[in-house]
């Protein structure tokens, strides 16, 4: 018969068994038949406990031998059990000897306790105040980070005013349209639903007062203030904020931004600027656009609420103050800023792996999101103060 | 794959070649290509049970394709590939999934799941093809980190240590299931000549141990030399395959000088100074 027995069915195999006796001071086991995975086999703790009740274990010096029995099939799931039994000898200063077993299970068995465990660290479950100070300590470190990533974006964006930032013209047309044109549907799509659901919101309650006319100017005066910018602020952070910190990050755990640094290029100026830049270029300009969709949006709604549309955008002409729409564009500004920050920082901070991947892409939605409306609110609160 | 305690004894002291000499393997005529773009043609050689089958060939010669051909992951263009006799695209999926049981493959880059730790990536195979209790599985994930030398490494996550030992735990990994077949994308990429070679005597002492038929690609001679006792030689140029047979064969008497060459690294015949 060749080497293995692959196909032989388990009903024609002799089941799987072990004999021990006790011969000169020593527990002689001999393993017989089947030893086969997916058989019925004796488990270590059952080899362990014959070994413990032949008394050896008192002595000063036990010494635990195996043998084979001429029928022995073995194949990891034996090899496993002698792996633990030799485990257990080695914790209990025990000799154990092998040397009556078929030479490769002989082997198998000293390479596998070739190399001494490592020391497994504790995995002690923290405290509550350990866990507040951890948590202290990742809010502390994420905003020194965020500086930090500040200072230098600030510094590459001197150097592009001096002339001397390292940036492709190129890259950054690519990142305009990628940002820009082929954002158009879904903003058109979301601000013109805002819209409509201001415009709602409005006339219901307008409606009480038989003032319905006056939803133009809550939809103009929601849309540019406020909404037309946020809303394309959420947009493009998990559409371009998300593709950034999946670009970077992917660059990151495949070593290209180890070779930009390495060829003395800054990965700020080459890689961060353009998709900086361009986001600032184009978010004004979508907001615009939201704006104006926006206020279709409400129209939409208030012609079918009985306002004419002539009166509705008449009205919306008086609401809407050029500080109104410059507050909103200035407003989208800021945002464009913080998305772009947050999509770099987490991809060019993201780990090597792919799960580090995935966890920048959505460190950088959420860092992203929190930012817009914490920015939102800031600056609402600075309008009022300036009466703007 | 089982072992018999006379049986093994026997096979390794005698090496038996008649018992070794059956046909695990056999390529049929294959060509590869992608699309319009031919990678090999006419490729023709069986691979025997017990070998240690080494395919080489310069970069991008299409060795790893080779490869992806034979576990089922690309479909040649024309031509068969019989594992055990059995065309893997012709099989039934029930037929698949058994052959691929039968398999453990290490990747060019380890192929571990990063988002699992050593002991959940050596899990995977076992949760899906045997119906040990979870302290069995354990048991079996501490044998097979123990027998790659990363006992203790149970709770670690890939990207925690470091490439020589991710290759280890890719072994660990591969070899869960006792497979009949063990293929191996370029093992020692990216290691040092000192964990390259303890990888490579890791190979040969577990196959040989577990009598499996283990299939590597590789370029590098000291693997090579270390481990194959049989190989087929892989052409970029005239894209097919240029000669088959022991490497240290082949060094000394190949027909094609670019083969002799490639085994000596490129310097003219030094047939008797190699390994």
């Known amino acids: 018969m060749p080497t293995a027995a692959i196909d032989q069915p388990a009903a024609q195999s002799v089941p799987a068994a072990f004999s021990a006796h006790t011969i000169d001071g020593a527990l002689v086991m001999e393993l017989s038949g089947a030893w086969l995975a997916g058989h019925p086999l004796p488990s270590f703790t059952e080899l362990r406990a014959a070994f413990e009740q032949s008394s050896l274990k008192q002595q000063r010096q036990p010494r635990w031998r195996f043998s084979a029995a001429a029928d022995l099939q073995w194949d990891s799931a034996c090899m496993t059990r002698l792996f633990l039994c030799a485990r257990y000898c080695a914790d209990h200063d025990i000799a154990l000897d092998t040397s009556a077993l078929p030479d490769g299970m002989q082997k198998l068995l000293a390479v596998a306790t070739a190399v001494k465990p490592q020391e497994a660290q504790p995995a002690a479950h923290p405290t509550l105040s350990q866990q507040l100070s951890a948590a202290y300590t990742a809010i502390r470190d994420h905003i020194v980070e965020l500086l930090q990533f500040i200072g230098e974006l600030s510094l590459a964006l001197l150097n592009l005013v001096r002339g001397r930032a390292n940036i492709r013209l190129r890259d950054f047309f690519y990142f305009i349209e990628q940002c820009g044109p082929q954002a158009v549907g879904i903003v058109a799509l979301i601000s013109v639903l805002v819209g409509m659901i201001l415009a709602y919101l409005g006339s219901v309650q307008l409606r009480q007062f038989g003032a319905e006319v006056y939803v133009a100017n809550l939809v103009t005066v929601g849309m540019v203030r406020e909404m037309g910018a946020l809303m394309t602020a959420v947009i493009m952070a998990g559409r371009t904020g998300a593709a950034y910190a999946a670009q970077l990050g992917a660059m990151q755990a495949n070593e290209e931004i180890d070779a930009i640094t390495t060829l003395g290029i800054s990965p700020i100026e080459y890689l961060v600027l353009p998709r900086f830049l361009s986001l600032l270029l184009v978010m004004p300009l979508l907001c615009i656009f939201a704006d104006v969709l926006g206020l279709c949006g409400g129209a939409l709604v208030a012609t079918g609420m009985d306002v004419n549309s002539s009166a509705f955008f008449h009205q919306a002409r008086d609401a809407a103050q050029f500080g109104d729409v410059a507050a909103g564009v200035f407003k989208s500004f800021v945002f464009a800023g913080l998305i772009a920050l947050a999509g770099c920082q987490a991809g060019l901070q993201s780990g090597r792996s792919s799960a580090a991947v995935g966890l920048a892409t959505t460190r950088a939605v959420v860092n992203a999101i929190v930012y817009l409306v914490v920015a939102d609110a800031a600056l609402n609160i600075l309008y009022d103060k300036l009466g703007i | ?275």
């Open chain 2, 1 to 275: 794959m089982t072992n018999s305690a006379s049986d093994s004894a026997r096979a390794a002291a005698t090496q038996a070649p008649d018992d070794a000499r059956r046909v695990h393997i056999e390529v049929r005529h294959v060509t590869m290509a992608y699309g319009e773009r031919l990678i090999q043609k006419d490729l023709n050689f069986p691979i025997y049970r017990g070998d240690v089958f080494v395919i080489m060939g310069g970069s991008g010669c299409g060795k790893s394709t080779l490869l992806k051909h034979i576990i089922g992951l690309q479909q040649p263009a024309s031509g068969e590939i019989l594992i055990n006799g059995e065309n893997f695209f012709t099989s039934s999926p029930q037929q698949q999934l058994a052959m691929r049981r039968n398999w453990g493959i290490t990747y060019q880059s380890g192929g571990l799941f990063s988002d699992l730790t050593l002991a959940e990536n050596v899990a995977v195979p076992l949760q899906q093809y045997t119906e040990l209790s979870p302290a069995e599985i354990r048991d079996v994930i501490a044998y097979k980190l123990a027998l790659v030398g990363l006992a203790g490494f149970e709770e670690y996550y890939p990207s925690e240590i470091s490439g020589g030992m991710q290759k280890r735990a890719a072994l660990a990994r591969a070899i869960a299931l006792d497979p009949e077949l063990l293929f191996f994308d370029e093992p020692s990429a990216g290691l040092d000549p000192l964990s390259s070679q303890r990888l490579d005597e890791l190979i040969l002492e577990i196959c040989a141990s577990m009598g499996s038929t283990v299939v590597v690609v590789t370029h590098e001679l000291a693997s090579i030399f270390a481990i194959a006792n049989n190989s087929v030689f892989l052409d970029a140029d005239s894209k097919t395959q240029l000669d088959y047979g022991d490497p240290r064969e082949l060094l000394a008497h190949s027909k094609h000088d670019i083969v002799r060459r490639f085994l000596a690294r490129g310097e003219p015949q030094n047939r008797d100074g190699s390994s």
